[in-house]
Each structure stands twice: as C-alpha cells, then as structure tokens.
T-cell receptor, first 109, second 114 residues
Framework: GEDVEQSLFLSVREGDSSVINCTYT??????LYWYKQEPGAGLQLLTY?????DMKQDQRLTVLLNKKDKHLSLRIADTQTGDSAIYFC?????????FGKGTRLSVIA | KAGVTQTPRYLIKTRGQQVTLSCSPI?????VSWYQQTPGQGLQFLFE???????NKGNFPGRFSGRQFSNSRSEMNVSTLELGDSALYLC?????????????FGPGTRLTVL
C-alpha cells in the first residue's frame, strides 16, 4: 500500500534555512502537500505541488519534487522561532490522504 | 470565508460510554473526511463522506461510525469507548472527493477516555 516516510526531528538555528524531506511510494499521486501543526492545534495547509511540477515557491517556502525518486522536500528560508512545529507531508491520489509521521522542527534562537 | 469548525474542542469520557463529534465544513465544500491522530499511530484515515454517502472507509472497528447531513455537516460517533480511543480527531473538508481537491482541516476535538 501507500507509504510516506519522513525524518522525525530537525533542529536549526534562527535565520538559517530548514529542509524537511519526505519520500512516498504511490506513483499515481496527484498532489503532494505540506501541512503544519502547532501544539494543540489542527493541521494548517502550508503549500502543495502538483505531481507534474518540479518546484514551487511561495514566499519563504520552496517545494522540490523529484518524481523519479518519489522524493519531496520543503525548504523554509530564514527560519523563525514561530516556524517551530510539526510538519506533515501527505500524498493525494485515488485514495484518501496518506500522511507521514511528521517532522518536528525546533528552531533555536 | 469561515474555516472548518469542530465541536466540542475537548471531551472527557469513561470507558464504555459513547461520544458524538461534529464537523461543519467550509461553505460550498461537499466532502468531509475524518482522521484520528495519536502519538503512536500518527494520522489515520477514518472515513470520507460526500453528498451524504460514505465514499471511503479506513481500517477501524465498527464502533466508529459517521454520517453526513444534507447541509454537508458531518458527525462521527464512537460507541463503547476504549482507552485506546483517546486521540485528537480531525475533520477535513474539500470541494469533492477527487485527488485534485485540497483538504482543509479543522482544529480538532481532543477526546480523553478514562
């Protein structure tokens, strides 16, 4: 079945760039999503990329998609303490969203 | 446009009881999906409704059920609660059920079973 893998933790210094990686298995995915979850909150849609795109930039966020390797990454430029949260990668296709376990990003001031 | 709303935000129940959670989707959205989030299992899909019909169901026991009303609002019910049902229950709405329709999540209902 479909599977989405992410590293569990990432720690960066304020002002540096963060890169969160994700691999997925479903080659029929239509969209790939990044959601952010702050403590005690629901999931906030950050950005998404259509499966036939290689890159998408949205202000401080850059999404890169390598469809051949089924690898997705989220780069956050100039990371701030307010970016500390759990980031989920998810794939959408013919089935419901399949989520990774989430990457906990800690930003050190 | 108002986002997805879920009520109640917090619930405490005891084993054996039942619970009903409610979700109001974004105006114009006709699809509602439910997910269970736990520290051990992560985000797991429960079910998806579109036009009052269940379109998809995850791998959960029959104690978990749901429905959708004509105004697209949805409820999920858990009967005979177990300790392991303690979780954050998230609802997401989308325009339709296609893979091209982005899901927007509500704040969740935190259920604690004692």
């Amino acid at each position: 079945g479909e599977d989405v893998e992410q590293s569990l933790f990432l720690s960066v210094r304020e002002g540096d760039s963060s890169v969160i990686n994700c691999t997925y298995t479903d080659s029929s995915s239509t969209y790939l999503y990044w959601y952010k979850q702050e403590p005690g909150a629901g999931l906030q849609l950050l950005t998404y990329i259509f499966s036939n795109m290689d890159m998408k930039q949205d202000q401080r966020l850059t999404v890169l998609l390598n469809k051949k390797d089924k690898h997705l990454s989220l780069r956050i430029a100039d990371t701030q303490t307010g970016d500390s949260a759990i980031y989920f990668c998810a794939e959408a296709g013919n089935t419901p969203l399949v989520f990774g376990k989430g990457t906990r990003l800690s930003v050190i001031a | 446009k108002a986002g997805v709303t879920q009520t109640p935000r917090y619930l405490i129940k005891t084993r054996g009881q039942q619970v009903t959670l409610s979700c109001s989707p974004i105006s114009g959205h006709r699809s509602v999906s439910w997910y269970q989030q736990t520290p051990g299992q992560g985000l797991q899909f429960l079910f998806e409704y579109f036009s009052e019909t269940q379109r998809n169901k995850g791998n959960f026991p029959g104690r978990f059920s749901g429905r959708q009303f004509s105004n697209s609002r949805s409820e999920m019910n858990v009967s005979t609660l177990e300790l392991g049902d303690s979780a954050l229950y998230l609802c997401a709405s989308s325009l339709d059920t296609s893979g091209f329709s982005t899901q927007y999540f509500g704040p969740g209902t935190r259920l604690t079973v004692l």
